[in-house]
């Protein structure tokens, strides 16, 4: 029975292991990943030792990528083409991300829309529009990195504003809950250090990466819209979590994880057996949503345990 086979990556780097709770570990058995790939399956050296270094026990084979499908790219690390590509994509995303975020500031300037509700768009939005971006980066092994540079400046804009460094109400305003500048440095920094993380750790040919980033940013961004609105039954255990919130978290993170898995699929970045993956995902959004429904919130912020939470259960 076949499950998530990662595909072509061209020179993948080594990079440090990243420390993740072993929630994998509380599923039975047969319903671990892990369990599923078939021990025929290879890889290039280069990517066995980047996948066992985060996927163990992880074999992987490599399926045609975006290259041989004709979109374009460069195969070599450091080539001047793949460079270019590459530092154009990041001006690219990093001037639409502003404009995005400027867009909703205006938004909710002119009273259009409340401002609560433009936080939550941009927290769903913002991290959804950059993961979508990855194709248009090269497939050279600098790509990542070159995409994390796009968090990474929103990073240091909310670390020096965080602090009082500088003063921007639009900034504060469009993602803090109490309009707050210390506000920046829990929830809004949390979030964009996910998706450094994902882009650095994982990148377009991991499906770990995409369904963490997509329960994180669609799953539990909508959950607090439609639990605000509509969410007049809370649950029993937590008189600050709603019953249709709830509801609202597990069915739109499934949507959006496999609507994004599927996005890079036929992009030919990984291939998957679509029967298991709708199994797995169902599985996943509801042990996050179950997780996110806990009133641990004042003890671990929804953006590191949810996306956390993803990982070790997809590892």
């Given amino acids: 029975m076949q499950a998530f086979v990662c595909a072509k990556m061209s020179r993948p780097f080594a990079t440090a292991p990243l420390v ?18 078939l021990p025929s399956l290879t890889a290039t050296t280069d990517t066995t030792i980047f996948r066992r270094r985060f996927f163990s026990p992880y074999n992987f084979r490599s399926v045609p990528g975006p290259v041989m499908a004709g979109l374009g790219g460069f195969d070599v690390i450091g080539d001047g083409g793949s460079m270019v590509q590459d530092a154009g994509a990041t001006a690219l ?47 050279s092994g600098w790509a990542r990195y070159f995409a994390a540079v796009v968090p990474l400046t929103n990073c240091l804009r909310l670390v020096i504003h965080g602090l009082s460094l500088a003063t921007d109400e639009g900034l504060i305003k469009s993602v803090t ?15 964009v ?15 770990v990466g995409v369904i963490s980033l997509a329960m994180m940013c669609g799953g539990d961004g909508i959950a607090d819209i439609v639990g605000r609105r509509f969410g007049s039954t809370k649950l029993p255990y937590n008189k600050q979590k709603s019953l249709v919130g709830s509801l609202s978290m597990f069915v739109v993170g499934f949507l959006v994880s496999i609507g994004m898995l599927y996005y890079f ?18 599985l996943v959004s509801f042990v996050a949503t ?18 956390l939470l993803c990982v070790g259960l997809l590892q």
């Fill in 193 to 207: 250090l996910v998706l450094i993380l994902s882009a650095v750790l994982f990148w377009r040919e991991s499906p």
């Fill in 93 to 139: 995303v990093i001037a639409g991300a502003y404009a995005f975020v400027s867009t909703f500031d205006l938004l909710s300037e002119r009273k259009l829309i409340e401002q609560n509700l433009s936080r939550k768009l941009v927290h769903i939005l913002s991290g959804l529009l950059f993961m979508a971006s990855w194709p248009i980066f090269s497939v």
């Fill in 290 to 307: 179950m997780v996110e429904s806990l009133p641990i919130t004042g003890m671990v912020d929804d953006n590191i345990s949810v996306p």
């Fill in 265 to 282: 699929s036929a992009l030919g970045y990984f291939q998957l057996d679509w029967v298991s993956t709708v199994e797995r995902v169902a």
């Fill in 20 to 37: 993740v709770p072993v929630a994998h570990s509380l599923l039975p058995r047969h319903l671990r990943l892990s369990n599923l790939l």
């Fill in 177 to 191: 809950r109490e309009g707050k500048p210390e506000e920046l440095l829990r929830g809004p920094l949390y979030y």
